[in-house]
């Protein structure tokens, strides 16, 4: 028992040792300031060990006791690590520091006293601190609040659902540079406020108790969406240069001299990073009263006026009619919708297409307008229901209703039923045939929406309806081409009748297949060795060619015309003088009877292709 | 033994691709099968969605864009579901239902009924390109049957008389009807969920003629960058972003 009450000793020891030291300090900084000023409390933490760097656990909250008069705000953390070698020791620390901004209202002094802090599973007692406020010297320097500060021109009270612009003003001293608007943050949960500052901001100069300042101001919509007292209020993260503060009885503004405020004095200004917040506002958020609200409010919370109009007030049966209700004036245009109509024999209508024209830039004045679709069922005199707009007037805090007549519009009969289509079941029962008098079935009209809204269940196969032929090269290819083709034609069609219907054209054509058949003659009677036959057939090719070459029938020419034709036609004195041997030779042998007999077939032959190409001579 | 296993394991695996090819076939029909389905249980937003799909797998059809049109309907988008069932009509033009659904979703929208007339319907029996080849092959013939046939069967005059007269008629009724597709084809619709402003000049700084309602109908005169100039039935003229003016039929 003793050794293991020494172990445990031994052991508790041990661990202890190798505990980090953890101590906790609370001061302010400064400790001692002028109304007007702010201050930080700071808390740390630090702890320390000499085994290795201590890990912190996160302190998110600090139980510091309420102090009248003195405001907390901003609550943030940081931490710093150290590391110390002392006579080969090293000494590891870490410092969190919980830090909170102090705002005093009044001169005094602000005393937190001691109060415990839980940290890792020990409590740690929190020293006492105080916070000495002193009045403002009438010489001092102005705060850092007094140079650069924000504001919210809010009102008082709102009545829920109502909306209005408010305006955030940042308020910055000549003196001041500001070099960026790092953060902006606002506590506004009973209310709709714009997440993001507007790009646009208005910027001008005002003077407060005789120190210039550059206000920019942002615009911003507010609308409460919870009735009671709702607090609301603004902070911004900004980096700024600050001027540096008085020295040597000369002041920012060069009140103990002569010559104003220094050039050094901003020379060694520093940027600064500090947060600045709007004073803590509460509204009054009021809920719209009950008494004399009309059937026809539907949240809409302003000023307006009505228009009602129709497109036409004449229509047929089935042909629709848009019915059209303007809205203009301030108000709450985002939670308006149109008004309700009830159903009506009449008529059918479908909701409302909206739309708005502000006027400003924040969507509070415009007008906004509801288009109505009204289709007649039946002809005759019908009316367009009246229109009824109830909205409540935060000014004179009541209700108000503005209302419409009834238009007038003449329904004609319709020109074409717009029926259900063949192939969807009739409204009207069937006709019973002759052969059952009576039907047992029951039948269901179907409406016209149920009829649009009905799925096609069989599909057919697709066909294209897209292309565009005069575009293509094909097409215009094959018509170029059918069309030389008829011209082609066209002019061969034209040139055979022309020559069909010539005489001359006749006669050649009539001497040409002559020509051949003679010419097949002579060969034959070469074969045969005929030689009377030959040379008649010899002569006829000459009268032949001729009659080809003239155009005149020269079938029956003598031998002294076929010379004078062979002279003219130009051939060479040889070629005359043979082909007028074989026709003379013919003419002898025909007339006189005179025989050729004797004469070999090679001799023919050769006779025979003098002359054809002499003939060809005269073509 | 090896071997007979690995003959097995090839077997399968066979199997299996065949199996995985045969699904991939199948896939595409799913697509209509899913829209249908999305539409019967209220989910239109899917049904839009498959029914796209299923137009770029499967093809155009006049029941995909019927169906589709019913989709955009149902989720609120009456122009651009006036847009689908008009292009479905052009598809099936004598679906005297579907003539009907769309003048039901017209005055739904409070636009002026307008159905289509019966010289509109003939026209859109064929597209503009069967329209001009039907055209084109009628007048070739009825000029080769009437200047050739003299020439070459001069004795069956009476034939060749009638064979061109038809050939004529059909052409000339082709080609009247090749007009009027062709009119068609320029028509469109705003097919914008708002109304849209019809402009003097194809810019957006130019002034403002008229204010269109969604589902107006028009028909394309000219078109320069991202406009179209319109002239609507009403006789407005204008340009028209080509993002909220889309035409019914794409005449390349």
């Known amino acids: 028992m003793y050794r293991s009450t020494l172990y445990f000793f031994i052991f508790a020891c041990f661990t202890l040792s190798a505990q980090a030291a953890i101590t906790v300090r609370a001061y302010f900084d400064p400790p001692k300031i002028a109304l007007g000023d702010n201050a930080r409390y700071v808390v740390e933490i630090e702890e320390s060990s000499t085994q290795s760097m201590p890990s912190p656990e996160r302190v998110t909250t600090l139980p510091v006791p309420t102090i009248r008069g003195l405001e907390f705000r901003n609550g943030r953390t940081s931490s710093s690590q150290q590391t110390r070698i ?13 830090s909170i901004d102090a705002i005093p ?16 599973g020990t409590t ?10 002193v009045k403002r010297s009438a010489e001092a320097a102005p705060s850092a609040n007094e140079l650069i500060f924000l504001k919210a021109d809010l009102p008082e009270s709102l009545y829920l659902g109502q909306s209005i612009q408010i305006q955030l003003k940042l308020y910055i001293s000549e003196s001041v540079q500001l070099r960026g608007l790092n953060a902006y943050e606002r506590r506004a949960d009973g209310f709709t406020l714009s997440q993001k500052l507007p790009e646009e901001t208005i910027e001008r100069l005002e003077t407060i108790n005789g120190q210039r300042y550059r206000v920019v101001t942002w615009p911003l919509q507010l609308t409460p969406i919870r009735s009671g007292p709702q607090a609301i209020d603004f902070q911004f993260t900004v980096s700024a240069q600050l001027p540096q503060n008085q020295q040597s009885g000369r002041d920012l503004y060069g009140r103990n001299s002569p010559f104003g405020s220094s050039l050094f004095d901003n020379f060694f200004g520093q940027t600064e990073q500090f947060n600045i917040y709007t004073e803590p506002a509460t509204i009054e958020v009021k809920s719209l009263p009950t008494e004399g609200k009309p059937s026809s409010f539907s949240g809409a919370i302003g000023d307006f006026d009505m228009q009602v109009f129709a497109d036409s007030n004449e229509t047929t049966v089935g042909e629709p009619i848009m019915l059209s209700i303007k809205l203009s004036g301030t108000g709450n245009f985002d939670r308006i919708s149109g008004p309700r109509f009830p159903e009506d024999a009449n008529w059918r209508h479908y909701k409302p297409e909206s739309s708005f024209e502000a006027k400003d830039d924040y969507g509070l004045r415009g007008s906004k307008r509801f288009d109505y679709v009204f289709i007649p069922q039946n002809s005759g005199q019908l009316s367009l229901p009246g229109v009824r707009f109830g909205f409540f007037d935060p000014e004179t805090k009541e209700y108000l209703e503005l209302t419409s007549p009834p238009i007038e519009v003449t329904v004609a009969p319709s020109k074409t039923q717009v029926s259900a289509p063949p192939s969807v079941n009739q409204t009207k029962p069937n006709q019973p045939s002759s052969e059952n008098s009576r039907s047992n079935n029951i039948p269901i009209a179907i409406s016209p929406e149920a009829i649009l809204f009905t799925l096609d269940y069989q599909p057919k ?23 030389l083709v008829s011209i082609t034609g066209y002019g061969f069609i034209c040139k055979r009748r022309h020559y069909r219907n010539s005489p001359e054209f006749a006669l050649r054509q009539s001497a040409k297949s002559e020509f051949r058949l003679t010419l097949k003659t002579a060969r034959d009677a070469i074969n045969r060795s005929d030689t009377d036959a030959f040379f008649r057939a010899a002569q006829q090719l000459i009268r032949l060619q001729l009659t080809i070459r003239t155009g005149r029938n020269l079938q029956a020419a003598g031998s002294a015309e076929i010379a004078g034709l062979l002279q003219r036609a130009g051939i060479s004195d040889p070629a005359q003088s043979k082909l007028n041997a074989l026709s003379k030779k013919a003419d002898a042998q025909r007339f006189s009877g005179a025989t050729t007999a004797g004469i070999g077939q090679s001799e023919m032959e050769a006779s025979f292709q003098m002359l054809i190409t002499h003939l060809k001579a005269l073509k | 033994m090896k071997s007979l296993s690995q003959l097995k394991s090839f077997k399968q695996l066979s199997c299996l691709l065949c199996l995985s090819i045969l699904a991939l076939i199948q896939a595409p029909a799913e697509s209509l099968a899913d829209g249908t389905a999305a539409y019967e249980a209220k989910d239109y937003t ?48 004598f679906n005297s239902a579907w003539i009907q659904k769309i003048e039901l979703l017209k005055s739904q929208m409070g ?45 069956k005059a009476g034939l060749r008389k009638a064979g061109s007269s038809f050939s004529l008629v059909v052409g000339l009724v082709s080609l009247a009807l090749s007009v009027l597709s062709y009119l068609d084809t320029t028509s469109g619709r705003v097919i914008s969920e708002k109304s849209e402003t019809l402009r003097a000049a194809p810019a957006k700084a130019a002034p403002a003629v008229a204010e269109l309602r969604p589902g107006t109908s028009g028909r394309i005169v000219d078109q320069h960058e991202g406009y179209y100039q319109i002239k609507t039935m009403d006789s407005f003229k204008g340009w028209i972003a080509k993002d909220s003016f889309r035409p019914l039929t794409e005449v390349r």
């Open chain 2, 46 to 93: 899917s049904a839009i969605t498959a029914f796209t799909s299923a137009l770029e797998t499967e093809g155009e059809s006049a029941a995909l864009r019927h169906n589709l049109a019913l989709s955009y309907a149902q989720s609120g988008q009456l122009s651009e579901a006036l847009w689908q069932l008009e292009r479905a009509q052009r598809l099936d033009p």
């Open chain 1, 124 to 133: 740690y007692s929190v020293n006492s601190t105080r916070l000495e406020v």
């Open chain 1, 86 to 98: 002392i006579n080969m020791q090293s000494e590891y620390a870490i410092t969190q520091s919980l």
């Open chain 1, 461 to 483: 196969p697709a066909k294209s309806i897209d292309g565009n032929p005069l575009r293509q090269k094909w097409f215009w290819g094959i018509n170029g081409a059918l069309v």
């Open chain 1, 105 to 120: 209202s009044e001169v005094t002094t602000y005393s937190i006293p001691e109060y415990t802090l839980d940290y890792k």
């Open chain 2, 111 to 155: 636009l002026l009924s307008s159905p289509p007339a019966w010289y509109a319907l003939a026209a859109r029996a064929l597209s503009f390109q069967n329209w001009v080849l039907l055209t084109t092959a009628a007048l070739w013939i009825a000029f080769f049957i009437f200047w050739l046939c003299p020439i070459y069967a001069p004795s």
